[in-house]
């Protein structure tokens, strides 16, 4: 496997995961390459979780702190948590193990804006960093780094961590060579300058990362796939969500607002989204393009179709299938796919710029337009924040898309008073269900809250709506965005003690109150 490794001082610092894990001491803040289950490192967690493990049983205390781009993969945060291995974890997540022990308050995490975690790191908020370790597919003959299937925060970590481990995956196309654009013009305040991305084709970097060789400390060779990510075959909710979105967009269009080319797409991952992609297709749009954090299955369809010209993201998100196709035609997906830090991917200058349509999913959204990604009734982690705030902050549409129910019916999607906001009225333009689409451009609080119930909300759940803002109306200590501070969360504290949001199915009175 050497082929992959072109510079003596890296093949001189060959060793084993285990060998390359017993580097890491407790205490140690450890930056990991990784963003949506692509990218990550295979084997040195797995061997620290084992080490780590061994000293708990000798009765020694062993924790880390760990930061990346985003979510990875059991083989990192999995392992990790199992082994009790984590005192903080930040930006995002999506391992339920991890998941788990953030909500049982065994460990801390810090759920952050993705745009913020490098300048963060870089200003010094989360310490030192002590240690880096990250996946690449090569090392060049002059000592650059070939980036793997995600960039995410790893130019930072590279250049910010006192020593670093690299992992060599073989099983990382090598095709991907030059399908990265690392960017090395940042500064901090008062020095920066403007970003100069004017097009999603722009390319304003390197293809390699740089690393200074003194700091290399281990390199060890592993051949893994990324975490596979299967998608459920598109539902008739996430299609109805999807009919709703495109029919607003040919709206948009017949107002002058938007041409047939749109503007750059943004679009969270999972079934929806896909759904929301399949959908422009159907749609027979043509030589859109895309400013976004991940490409998923979705996303190469569209560029093998035509749909999609070209795409700009900082991650890949594949099913099985999807990285079979991405190997098969990886030359064609070259040309066509642009991978960058998620400090650029997410960077709000350039997102204001190139005017994306930001598409993100929501857990809940209130009456008024507060939107909640990220946490179930109101203290229930699932897996962070993400970049939807970046996007929709800044982007030229924001748009925020759930089911109206979930659980079967027992929680509404939407509900009087959001039980935690990630994203408030003020940044939420277009909120859609499968039962329909509210805009919000334009309305003051109370027209909001009408037009969300009439449109969005289940009929299951549309009365009792529709009695809380009138009730509201009349009876609040202000009338400009009216709530009742008694009920605004009774709801959620009525599924916490019944498991239903609704009364007559909880057992209690019939009143919609």
């Not at 801390?108 to 310490?127: P, T």
């Not at 998620?342 to 959204?365: D, F, K, Y």
């Not at 970049?387 to 925020?400: E, M, P, T």
Request: a negative charge; charged letters at 20%; glycine letters at 8%.
């Amino acid at each position: 496997m050497h082929h992959r490794i072109h510079h003596r001082a890296f093949t001189d610092r060959l060793m084993s995961a285990a060998d390359a894990a017993r580097l890491v001491q407790p205490g140690m803040t450890v930056a990991m390459s990784g963003f949506t289950g692509a990218g990550y490192p295979k084997a040195v967690p797995g061997a620290l979780a084992e080490h780590m493990q061994q000293a708990h049983d000798a009765g020694q205390a062993f924790r880390i702190n760990v930061l990346t781009g985003a979510s990875t993969a059991p083989e990192l945060d999995g392992v990790l948590a199992k082994a009790d291995g984590m005192n903080l974890r930040l930006p995002y997540m999506s391992d339920p193990e991890l998941r788990r022990r953030i909500n049982d308050g065994e460990m801390e995490y810090m759920d952050i804006h993705l745009s913020h975690v490098a300048q963060h790191a870089w200003f010094g908020f989360y310490g030192k960093i002590d240690l880096a370790i990250v996946e690449v597919v090569g090392v060049t003959a002059e000592g650059q780094l070939i980036p793997s299937s995600s960039v995410g925060n790893n130019k930072t970590w590279l250049e910010m961590a006192d020593k670093v481990i690299i992992e060599v995956n073989e099983e990382q196309s090598a095709a991907m060579d030059g399908m990265h654009d690392i960017y090395y013009g940042t500064a901090l305040p008062p020095h920066r300058q403007p970003v100069p991305i004017t097009t999603v084709k722009d390319r304003i970097g390197q293809p390699y990362l740089d690393v200074d060789v003194s700091k290399v400390i281990a390199v060890v060779e592993t051949k893994a796939p990324d975490r596979l990510s299967p998608f459920a075959p598109v539902d008739a909710t996430s299609e109805k969500i999807a009919d709703h979105l495109l029919d607003f967009l040919d709206h948009e269009i017949r107002a002058g607002r938007l041409t047939e080319k749109l503007l750059p797409i943004q679009s969270g991952v999972g079934n929806i989204a896909n759904a929301v992609l399949a959908g422009l297709s159907r749609g027979g749009y043509k030589g859109l393009q895309s400013y976004t954090e991940v490409i998923q299955d979705g996303m190469l369809s569209l560029i093998k179709d035509g749909t999609l010209e070209f795409a700009s993201a900082t991650s890949f998100s594949l099913s099985e299938a999807g990285i079979a196709e991405f190997n098969q035609n990886v030359d064609y997906y070259r040309e066509r796919i642009l991978l960058r830090p998620q400090e650029m991917s997410n960077h709000p200058e350039v997102i204001r710029r190139l005017g994306c349509i930001a598409l993100n999913g929501m857990i809940e959204a209130d009456i008024y337009g507060n939107v909640n990604s990220t946490n179930v009734v109101g203290s229930h982690v699932m897996n962070g924040i993400g970049g939807s705030g970046d996007f929709a902050r800044n982007g030229y549409l924001s748009v925020f898309m759930s089911p109206s129910i979930a659980k079967g019916g027992k929680i509404s999607g939407i509900v009087p008073m959001a039980s935690h906001v990630d994203h408030t009225e003020h940044d939420t333009m277009i909120l859609i269900t499968e039962q329909g689409l509210a805009d919000l451009r334009g309305l003051s609080p109370k027209q909001r809250a009408q037009v969300i119930i009439d449109n969005c909300a289940h009929p299951d759940y549309r009365p009792m709506l529709q009695d809380y803002f009138d009730r509201a109306r009349k009876n609040s200590y202000g009338k400009h965005t009216p709530h009742l501070l008694d009920e605004a969360l009774s709801w959620h504290q009525r599924y916490i003690e019944t498991g239903d949001m609704q009364p007559v199915r909880s057992g209690l009175l019939a009143d919609a109150r």
